[in-house]
Each structure stands twice: as structure tokens, then as C-alpha cells.
């Protein structure tokens, strides 16, 4: 069986977990990536040891990671923020890897934030982006999470233009709509597409 990773990616608000939620209902594996990484670094001590090592000791309190200071150092130093990486990305590969061996399905779909900006569209077969309209995103994700217009367009403006996203893209979402059936209607004609051309 040949296997087919299928990325699933999308800016901040997007609404990328929620096509992930939609595509775990129809019973395919989905890895996501954003929060195996949050566990990742509570769970492994020697990724710890090197946060700790790179960021100092206020990394952890009590033994568990301290995202709020992780973010301060990191959000506007890019050096930073890189080396952070390259410590925590190579051990979330790992860990799909070691998520890909359990499964057994065809069809393994990947969550990730960021994944053209770590490169890591290419470990995928396809990609599926998620978009909408940046007043849209915004406003979801007040109402998500609360905060301010600004910080969420600040951290809009660090990521990859959704433009470039489009094009690098193989199936584009755009959810537009406040329509979650819609959504799924989506979701499914493009399931359905992937698992005709893979036969
Ligand atoms: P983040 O990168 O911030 O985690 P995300 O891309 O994963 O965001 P979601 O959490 O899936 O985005 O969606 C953001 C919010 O918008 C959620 O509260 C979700 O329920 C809502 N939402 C997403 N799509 C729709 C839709 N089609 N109709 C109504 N609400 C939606």
C-alpha cells in the first residue's frame, strides 16, 4: 500500500482544525502537528534541556514549559526563533513518523500551522490550504480567543502571504461562509477527489 500524506495548512482563523475535525469524522487519521508540538516539549527532556540551554531557565516553571516567556523571546527575534525550531521540529517529525507507522490507512492527513514556512510541504504528497478573507480570521478569532484586532494582524503579518500559499497549493478551501455544512460539503468533494485519484 502506497502511503499519501496529505498536508492541511492555513493562516491564524482559517479554520484549519475545523477541516481537520470534519476529515477525522470520516474516519482518516489526522496528525496534528501544532499540538503534538505543545506536548513535545513537556514531554521530552532532552528537547527541555535544550530550550532550557537556549532560553534559559524561565523556559520551564515547575517543569512545564512556559509558552507566554517562549513567545516574548522569541517574537521579535527571528535568530531565535529559528533555533527554536530546529530544536523542536526535527523531534514532531520523529513523532509523525512514529503516528504514520500505527496507522493503516492509505491516507494520512497533517496538520500544521506553518508547514510552507518550515519547508514541510516537502514531506507531503498533496497539500490542502485552508483561507478566508483576513477580516474574516480576524473576527473568528476574537470571538475564539479574545484579544485585540492588532495582535492577531500582527501575527498575520509574520505569516506566508496567502497569495503564495495559493499558488504553491493543490486544493484550496475558501471559507468564507459562517456555514459549517457548507464547509463539509467542501471537504468532502475534495476526499472524494483525492480517493478517486489514488486508486
Ligand atoms: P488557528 O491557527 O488560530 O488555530 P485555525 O485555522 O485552526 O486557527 P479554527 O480554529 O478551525 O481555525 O477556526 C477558527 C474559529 O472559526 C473557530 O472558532 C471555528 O469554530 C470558527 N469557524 C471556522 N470555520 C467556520 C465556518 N465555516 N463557519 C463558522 N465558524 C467557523
Known amino acids: 500500500m502506497q502511503r499519501k500524506i496529505i498536508g492541511i495548512t492555513g493562516g491564524i482563523g482559517s ?4 477541516v481537520s475535525q470534519i476529515i477525522t469524522s470520516k474516519g482518516f487519521p489526522v496528525y496534528n502537528s501544532d499540538n503534538r508540538a505543545k506536548e513535545i516539549v513537556n514531554e521530552n527532556q532532552d528537547i527541555q534541556q535544550k530550550i532550557i540551554y537556549l532560553l534559559g531557565e524561565k523556559a520551564y ?17 527571528n535568530e531565535l526563533l529559528q533555533k527554536l525550531n530546529e530544536i523542536i521540529h526535527p523531534a514532531v517529525r520523529q513523532d509523525f513518523l512514529d503516528f504514520v507507522d500505527r496507522q493503516n490507512s492509505q491516507f494520512i492527513f497533517k496538520e500544521t500551522a506553518i508547514l510552507f514556512e518550515l519547508g514541510l510541504d516537502k514531506d507531503c504528497d498533496e497539500v490542502i490550504l485552508v483561507t478566508a478573507n483576513t477580516e474574516m480570521r480576524i473576527e473568528r478569532v476574537m470571538v475564539r480567543d479574545g484579544g485585540t484586532s492588532q495582535e492577531i494582524e500582527q501575527i498575520i503579518a509574520k505569516q506566508m502571504p496567502e497569495n503564495e500559499k495559493i499558488q504553491i497549493s493543490d486544493y484550496v478551501i475558501y471559507n468564507n461562509q459562517n ?19 489514488n486508486v
Do not use: M, P, W
Open 15 to 18: 479554520g484549519k482544525t475545523t
Open 61 to 77: 516553571e515547575n517543569g512545564v514549559y512556559n509558552r507566554s516567556f517562549v513567545a516574548n523571546c522569541v517574537f521579535n527575534n
Open 179 to 197: 456555514d459549517f455544512s457548507e464547509l463539509e460539503h467542501t471537504v468532502d468533494f475534495i476526499l472524494k477527489f483525492i480517493l478517486q485519484n
